[in-house]
């Protein structure tokens, strides 16, 4: 019955350090999720920066796992490649390590500070980013605590039989030890958890150094099973980057346990403090896989390239392609994937575009069906796109992220009103000046060409806006709408002074367009409403107060 009762304690301090890390990684990823998501994205160019980045961000995550997941989103895009997504990983590994190695130190006596601090920051603070903060620093100090209360807790087991009895049966055979801590890893989605309560076993003398070292190895084989258990298999090319990690970590298991007493000898001259012992282990393992591996990386990624190939196309444009299901619970990495699918929508609105600046030229009869089939493109990834993000729980996301759906949601929304437009009205203006055989002068074709061509640059602006929140860029945009509005007010104008049926005929094609390409220029401006507002660059209207006798602005 004591044994029963201790496993339950043992079970609830397991827990208690779970959710501990469960804190620190919401906190931190409420406060600067997108930042370490943008971080991480321009960080994976080569293999050095990408093993910088991974080891950063998973430094301020505490969780490889969390960084496996972004990695493998990148890769699986094809925003970055695959040498650095798996310099990207190593760099994660042997930041789990470095957390490991500050934890393995006696800091139990900072847990109450930790969670003091915190709980005032929660408490008393309205700004979203320090309650965010507050949150993680709770969740470190019951990391800590737990720690101490599991090693506490462990203490009389060295005085159970029953406990000695199925642990010395054990004690010689590495493979079961390391799946034992495989299970355990794989169970928390946390090396650095499982290696801590490894730490803790060792320092109870519930296992000794062999039997902690196994396990050492197979804390970090299990932690590397939950990416490619949770990722999107659908399309085995997408699993490069996790097939790839646990590759790295198996290859290294299998040789720590080719050669299991001499390495424990070496670890254990290095420092025999259990607890030392263990992130000591922890981190020379990662440590000298990485050192191991990243030349090797060139040659492994063609293989991995060669094993898993790219599926081929499935014949439906419009079927998303980056809005993986599994990535819910990760909000950096759905943003990544939903940013993606929306500039899909971008390249399907440029191709319209461009389709009816042709149309024009050509006198494409067929122009309306084309640009239709395009459309539809747009409409059907916007549902999705909305569809997948409204899937996000609220929880999960701190105020920069919040503010980063809405963004995302609206822009896609725009790109599909500009899209009718351009199928309902602009199109239908192209067919039927070619049906009917409205023949335009060379002055107004040019004319009609670059207004499509100031579209397409509308669009590019309205994309950088958008991914980069480049303030000049949403400036010219709204500039660009106040030219159109001006433009349509002359060509009005002259409409209006047509007096010949020809004259009428062509005046009233070329007003068309220029009103449809002012609405759709209206939409694309209206996506970079949010980032002028953010910064304060955008009057809430254009009107000026009657009282005042003023002509609006």
């Given amino acids: 019955m004591a044994e029963a009762w201790l496993l339950f304690e043992l079970a609830g301090y397991a827990a208690l350090l779970l959710w501990g890390l469960h804190m620190v990684q919401s906190g931190?990823?409420?406060?600067?999720?997108?930042?370490?998501?943008?971080?991480?994205g321009v960080g994976l160019a080569n293999r050095r920066r990408g093993f910088a980045a991974g080891l950063g961000v998973t430094a301020l995550l505490q969780s490889s796992t969390a960084t496996a997941f972004m990695v493998t989103s990148f890769c699986a895009g094809g925003a970055v490649a695959l040498v650095p997504g798996l310099a990207a990983m190593l760099?994660?590994?042997?930041?789990?390590?470095?957390?490991?190695?500050?934890?393995?130190?006696?800091?139990?006596?900072?847990?109450?500070?930790?969670?003091?601090?915190?709980?005032?920051?929660?408490?008393?603070?309205?700004?979203?980013?320090?309650?965010?903060?507050?949150?993680?620093?709770?969740?470190?100090?019951?990391?800590?605590l737990a720690l101490h209360m599991m090693v506490a807790v462990m203490a009389p087991v060295e005085t159970s039989p029953a406990l000695r009895a199925v642990l010395s049966a054990v004690a010689d055979m590495p493979l079961p030890n390391l799946l034992i801590a495989a299970i355990i890893a794989w169970a928390m989605h946390a090396s650095v958890a499982a290696v801590l309560f490894v730490a803790s076993l060792h320092a109870a003398g519930v296992i000794g150094p062999e039997a902690a070292l196994a396990m050492v190895v197979g804390a970090n084989i299990g932690s590397a099973v939950n990416p490619l258990l949770e990722g999107d298999r659908s399309e085995w090319a997408r699993m490069r980057v996790p097939i790839g990690n646990l590759v790295n970590r198996v290859v290294g298991g299998i040789l720590v346990l080719a050669a299991l007493p001499w390495v424990t000898e070496v670890m254990v001259r290095l420092d025999p403090s259990p607890a030392r012992f263990v992130a000591n282990a922890h981190l020379a393992f990662n440590v000298v896989l990485a050192l191991a591996a990243l030349p090797l990386l060139p040659a492994f990624a063609r293989l991995l390239e060669r094993m898993l190939p790219e599926a081929g196309s499935t014949g439906d444009p419009a079927a998303p392609?980056?809005?993986?299901?599994?990535?819910?619970?990760?909000?950096?990495?759905?943003?990544?994937?939903?940013?993606?699918?929306?500039?899909?929508?971008?390249?399907?609105?440029?191709?319209?575009?461009?389709?009816?600046?042709?149309?024009?030229?050509?006198?494409?009869r067929d122009l309306g069906k084309r640009v239709a089939r395009l459309n539809e493109v747009v409409d059907r990834l916007n549902r999705a796109v909305q569809v997948y993000l409204a899937g996000l729980s609220t929880d999960l996301l701190g105020q920069e992220e919040q503010r980063r759906v809405a963004e995302i949601r609206a822009f896609?929304?725009?790109?599909?009103?500009?899209?009718?437009?351009?199928?309902?009205?602009?199109?239908?203006?192209?067919?039927?000046?070619?049906?009917?055989?409205?023949?335009?002068?060379?002055?107004?074709?040019?004319?009609?060409?670059?207004?499509?061509?100031r579209g397409l640059e509308q669009l590019q602006l309205a994309i950088a806006?958008?991914?980069?929140?480049?303030?000049?860029?949403?400036?010219?945009?709204?500039?660009?709408?106040?030219?159109?509005?001006?433009?349509?007010?002359?060509?009005?104008?002259?409409?209006?002074?047509?007096?010949?049926?020809?004259?009428?005929?062509t005046q009233g094609v070329l007003l068309e367009v220029v009103r449809d390409l002012k609405r759709v220029g209206g939409h694309l401006a209206a996506t970079a409403h949010p980032l002028l507002e953010r910064i304060g660059a955008l009057r809430p209207s254009r009107l000026t107060d009657a009282e005042d006798g003023l002509s609006p602005a």
């Fill in 91 to 144: 760099g994660a590994n042997v930041g789990t390590a470095l957390i490991v190695q500050v934890l393995s130190f006696d800091v139990s006596a900072l847990s109450p500070l930790l969670i003091l601090v915190g709980v005032v920051a929660f408490r008393s603070s309205e700004h979203t980013r320090r309650r965010d903060l507050g949150r993680a620093s709770i969740g470190l100090g019951l990391m800590l």
């Fill in 321 to 364: 392609r980056y809005l993986d299901a599994s990535a819910l619970q990760s909000p950096p990495v759905a943003l990544a994937n939903a940013e993606r699918e929306a500039l899909r929508q971008a390249d399907a609105l440029e191709e319209m575009l461009r389709a009816i600046a042709t149309g024009f030229r050509t006198e494409d």
């Fill in 465 to 505: 806006a958008f991914m980069r929140e480049d303030v000049a860029a949403a400036r010219q945009l709204i500039e660009e709408k106040e030219r159109m509005r001006i433009e349509e007010a002359e060509v009005a104008h002259c409409f209006s002074l047509a007096t010949e049926p020809g004259a009428i005929a």
């Fill in 28 to 40: 931190i990823m409420r406060a600067y999720g997108s930042r370490l998501r943008q971080r991480l």
């Fill in 412 to 453: 896609a929304l725009h790109l599909e009103s500009a899209g009718d437009v351009l199928d309902r009205s602009l199109a239908r203006v192209a067919a039927k000046w070619a049906k009917e055989g409205v023949r335009l002068d060379d002055g107004m074709m040019d004319a009609i060409q670059s207004m499509h061509a």
